[in-house]
């Protein structure tokens, strides 16, 4: 049975590393967070279908409203095309500058009685408002069990006259009811 | 069964020590620099829908998973699929000239290895003549693979027999994700030319097609005599696939593929009138073949959907040891939804039909030239949460009916504990069959001949029969992965399988065989499915993403497993193993390196430890690969590839049982040029 030994060999590597793992220090994932949600806005704006007084135009406007790390992330859209529009951003701090914006991301350091307030304020509006607390605009990215998640408000989007693919829907949790 | 009760003691052992509270990543999809172009499903982490057919993360997969990302498959340099699999860590390569490759998981090794199940976009490439895989013509375009899932350890649950020590299965890219125009072409020392051409366009509102042919020749091995091996061959491939989605959440895919090709080998084959007793020749082997599949899936509503997919599938072989055509048509059906909450149940019905066609070659035949074979099954599987989002429960099980055995039955017991998002301690038992083949049937193969003492010469041979058992593994299987930061992840996989009914032949009596040309002493051995045998160890994988710009990847895997030799054989001298060629050590190391935006280094070493258990061992080596890859524009790729750097050349399997003489695998240069020109 000198086979086992090399077996209890293989066992104990695989301890001693797994031990050895749990040095490495827990980084910050901020960064990672900030890449995974522009990664689900970016998606979100490619299965977004605008009424067509706001498509005419050969630009897809992207506007953020707040303050962090996520800018620099989020400026990354300007150099790419949705749909053969090219994607324009725009940073706004009213909700009169939202005007023309397919897409508002509205981020949670704003607060999440002023989101409420945004919200209200633009439901109306054919923008697609994407906000990250829970039940904060159109689709919120939220945090869900072990990873990030999305929750849409299908009747949110019907009321500002945005229609979201099906592929997206069947990813989301959705929510009925405004 | 001393070694099962140590095997679980240790196991104990380290799992039970195992921290659970280290650090803790939510996110752990796969890295991407480039964010953007990361799908939704991604972003929500990567998805493997192989081991429990419903969608699932690596991460939290309660099997031994490795998964080779279309990324990896260009940085790898890979021109075929055996060599990509050089990457999966308790897997074994081992090329035995140029068209023809030992591959198989945890065990029983050999160029008919049985125990490994292959899919190609649901399509079983599984040949059911001998129960294993034709590598030589599974020549993908891997610009097109969308990635490869790999299980260790038997998926027949839900896969079906013959899903028995792995599960591989690959996955050709959505129509959509191949639009434009790629060309690519290179050439080297032994990969003498490739030339791939890809266009993708768009059908309709909503639908996408792509259409490619490639073309591949190789030269030949060289026998270690440094003898040319004149194995060269060239391999034609052309196909389509069309993706539609005549509405939201519905999707209909047709696709297809034809391939010609010939390649030559060498046999040495039995012969009474040789004063060697051994013929020597060099044939062709013309090979052509085709598939088409079609498939229509449908969501009903979030957690509810079903599939229904019809193939067609071709192979014509003209080789020394068989001449054969054979059809394979197969319909399968598949139902996902959720009866109560915290249950997600899937179950699903087949239907198969072979039909062959095998005649009479210079070595060998087949008792019956053809034959009809029909195949039904059906699975359940349901996933319980039993604690939300940390404990899991999966059962399930495959029914199929076959026409050797009857009915098999293959369920599996999966718990998985996942106490926090990084964390995820698996453990599974499962029983899987391996039917047997039209040759374990009906095969008459003459393998050697000798002289004898009456002063007629004797011969050797194998014949199959119809009475066989399957042969039937119990799996127990216990794994670990750990996200331990962001970028650093270890898994550690286990196993203990327990083999019953092995395929083995029964030693047969001399007797006096008369008939003209040659009066000799006959010596049959029938196949039959006596042996017992057992294998366990482990496979381990470190992955670091130690910055942007540099992976680090290495893996150790080590087997302890018993093949069967054939005693009547043996008695006659000859060593004659069915699945062998197993290495008891390997170890891989990769790294990726991002010099500078535009230019890439890649390195593979990897160890694979001495096959002792062949009639000629082969030695253990240590090989390096290394890829210089350059992207002088967005759109126009180049690279070098060097392959098996360390040796002029090495053999990596030998002793086969069917007298074809070992080749070496050469050191090799190859450069490669790829353009792409993406649809604006």
Known sequence: MLNVRSFFIFLLLSFVALQAGVVYAEDATQARVHKIKAGFLFNFAKFATWPPEVTPSNSLLMCMWGESEFKKYFQAFSKRVIKKKKVEVRYVATTKEVNGCHVLFVEHTLGESKIRRIYQELREHPTLLVTDIV???????????????FEIYPDRASRARIKLSSQLLKLAQIVDGE | MKSRWIYLALISFLYILVPFHVGSDPLLAEEGEDFLDLDLETLMQMEVSIASRNPQTVQSTPAAVFVITNEDLRRSGAESIPDALRLVPGFTVAQIDTNRFAITARGSNGEFATKLLVLVDGRSVYTPLFAGVYWDVQDLMLEDVARIEIIRGPGAAVWGANAVNGVINIITKDAEDTQGFLASAGGGSEELTTAAVRYGGTVGENGHYRVYSKLHYKDASELSSGIDGQDESEMFKGGFRMDLNPEDGETFTL???????????????????????????????????GNLIARWSKELSE?????????YDRTMRDEIFADQSIDVYDLDFDHTFAPAENHSFTWGLGYRAVSDDLKRTESSFFEDESRTLHLFSSFAQDEIEIVDQTLSLIVGAKLEHNDYTGVEVQPTARLVYTPNTSHTLWGSFS???????????????????FPTDQGLPGLASIYGSDNNESEKLLAYEVGYRAQVTESFLVDVSTFYFDYHDQRSVLPGMPVPNFTPPVPHIDVI????????????????????RATDSIRLQASYSYINYNPTVATSLADAGIDYVFEGGVPENQATFRGQFDLTEKIELDAAVRYVDTLSDLTIPVDSYVELDLRLGWHITDDLELSIIGRNLLDDKHPEYSGLGLGVPSSEIERSVYGKITYRLPNS
């Open chain 2, 303 to 311: 957690t509810s959907n079903y599939t229904v997919q019809f193939f």
């Open chain 2, 525 to 544: 051995s029938g196949v039959a499915s006596e042996d017992t045998l057992y294998s366990y160890g482990g496979e381990i994988l470190f992955d670091w």
């Open chain 1, 135 to 149: 039940s904060g605009g159109v689709i919120n990215i939220i945090p869900g069990g072990k990873l990030l998640r």
């Open chain 2, 431 to 449: 029983r899987a069959v391996r039917t047997p083949s039209r040759a374990d049937a009906d095969i008459r193969l003459p393998v050697v001949a």
């Open chain 2, 255 to 289: 696709q297809g593929d034809i391939y010609a090709g010939e390649g030559e080998r060498q046999a040495t084959i039995p012969s009474l009138t040789s004063p060697t007793f051994s013929s020597r020749t060099t044939t062709d082997s013309e090979l052509a073949g």
